[in-house]
């Protein structure tokens, strides 16, 4: 007996290999390199931006000056959001992102730093370090993605502020319900992507089966593609256009094939950034897995592996069970998986 695996936004196999195939070091100098001066805010930039950067940024070699700060600004930003608080604000204040931030030089912005910590420049400094080899690799992570960052299947534009997922494991046909909180990261946002991937198991029938996903509020879907036997994409056209940093809420319900024909698992590999996943199956009282186990940014391989570990879950009283996941890291795999 199997359940849906849901990648939730993203192709399952973009997340496979390569997730460590950029060297992190070398990011780490194309960083450093441009916190010198006045970091960001240098007339240079432009000309001081790396070419592992400039991949994983989207930067052409035929962008203007303009062009290539704005998308070094919006991408730098983005990953930055997704770091702890206290080295968030080191990040972003020696690159000169953060708005107290303008002084010419890069000591001028550590001895700032160093009053808002209430420490020393030295103690700043250590957690400027440690924010930049954690930012080195989100982006390292995020490029070695087949395709780079900016592709169809992870297209750019918004982030995940929250994915609440329901799934009814009790059905015939299992459903599957998402609610997402989204935030655009551009102005003018009126696309947005969902995808669904379901690995069947060795029970599956030979009908053919398709993907189906409606809209429960927030949208409305308008194409549909569908790359395999196993994977949709929809896409979905807002209500209206977003402004740069506007939220949005919207759900979705997905069905797919007979529940005798899924494996047991369900999955989260996320390609973007994800703040928070929260997740409740329901297996109804008659139908109890025998065991139930979390996994918490595993790496694929691991996670394909189908090992019990120690993070075990257990049924509620009515057949359910819920967990939570906050600051997901891109390519690793969140989620339950579970045997009966």
Known sequence: MSVVLYYCGEREDAADGGLYGMDDDQMIKELCEIRRGRGLLAEDIHARIGPRLRLSCDISAGDPPS??????????T???????SDLRLAVLATLALHEE??????HERMAWLAKQFGDSTRTARRRMDEGFRMLAEQITGAADTPGGRHNEYVPDGWYVESLKSMLRFDLEVPRLTEERRIVATVDELDEIIASLSVRPGPERGAAEREIHAEMVHGGEIIECHRPGPDYARFVIRLPRPLRLGERHEYAVQFTAYPREELRPYYLLTPLRR???????????AGRLPGKLWR????HPRIADEFTPNDDLLEVDSIGEVQTEFFSLRQGLRYGVQWSF
Not at 71 to 76: A, E, I, S, T
Not at 277 to 282: D, M, P, T
Not at 295 to 298: A, K, M, R, S, Y
């Open 78 to 84: 983005e990953l930055c959001g997704r770091l702890p």
């Open 295 to 298: 996994l918490n940014g595993e």
């Open 67 to 76: 062009v290539a700060r704005r998308k070094l600004v919006l991408c730098l």
């Open 274 to 284: 994800f703040d928070r996943f929260s997740l409740k199956v329901r297996f109804g």
């Open 101 to 106: 931030t303008d002084q010419k030089f890069l």
